[in-house]
């Protein structure tokens, strides 16, 4: 298995609702991220997970909350949402935390996220 | 973070050679990567480049690294209308961290 899959495909909420954007990979990775795409940007970092705990945060507003339940595992919980917040979000993993290696990202598709 | 500048749009026809440039702000980045993006999908990994090389080639794809100039260029020869994506440049940050750093991002376009 050398995907890194993310559900749903498509997310839309209100912005008082609770949801969660999953992803997930098999491929023994130890350090997982969540990028942010708005429409024609460049991915930018949300957080990155080292070992299953949170070594970056961007600077992302609590409404955005991380979590890492084990080493397959990476989701984001939302809640209390802005439209602004609509955009891509993309999940990747890579093989070595210590940014040693030459390996690149695997992406996931992404979700895409409308809050109305 | 740091600004990855890349030229917004190019068109070519199908067979031509495509070249994309980038340029890099970390003079102490140690791989540099290019990866293309279809219409609602996410990124995918072409190629990579370690700072001491000047040149890859695989397959279809030639990557030149000036070092000096901080410039990187992707070319790909007898492009597809299947090459049509956007293609982003990416620096890895020497944080200790694998955070790499997104250029701006190149639109592809490959007509018949």
């Known amino acids: 298995d050398t995907e890194v899959t993310q559900t749903p495909k498509h997310l839309v909420m209100g912005m008082t609702n609770k949801k969660s954007l999953k992803c997930e990979q098999h491929?023994?990775?130890?350090?997982m991220y969540w990028y942010k795409q708005k429409a024609k940007k460049p991915p930018e970092l949300m957080f990155v997970?080292?070992?299953?705990?949170?070594?970056i945060n961007e600077s992302v507003p609590s409404r955005f909350s991380p979590e890492c339940p084990n080493s397959s595992l990476l989701n984001l919980h939302l809640h209390a949402l802005q439209p602004e917040d609509s955009a891509l979000y993309l999940c990747?993993?890579?093989?070595?935390?210590?940014?040693?290696?030459?390996?690149?990202?695997?992406f996931g598709s992404g979700t895409r996220l409308t809050v109305v | 973070g740091e600004d990855v500048e890349q030229s917004l749009f190019l068109s070519v026809r199908e067979g031509d050679s495509s070249v994309i440039n980038c340029t890099y702000t970390?003079?102490?980045?140690?791989?540099l990567y290019w990866y293309k993006q279809e219409p609602g999908a996410g990124l995918q990994l072409l190629t990579y480049?370690?700072?001491?090389?000047d040149m890859k080639q695989d397959q279809r794809l030639t990557v030149l690294l000036n070092k000096k100039d901080k410039h990187l260029s992707l070319r790909i020869a007898d492009t597809q209308t299947g090459d049509s994506a956007i293609y982003f440049c990416?620096?890895?940050?020497?944080?200790?961290?694998?955070?790499?750093?997104f250029g701006t991002g190149t639109r592809l376009l490959v007509s018949p």
């Open positions: 990747a993993s890579s093989q070595d935390p210590s940014g040693q290696s030459l390996y690149g990202y695997t």
């Open positions: 491929m023994g990775h130890r350090a």
């Open positions: 997970y080292s070992y299953e705990k949170l070594s």
């Open positions: 970390d003079s102490s980045s140690t791989y």
């Open positions: 480049i370690f700072s001491n090389m």
């Open positions: 990416a620096e890895k940050e020497n944080t200790g961290f694998q955070k790499l750093v």
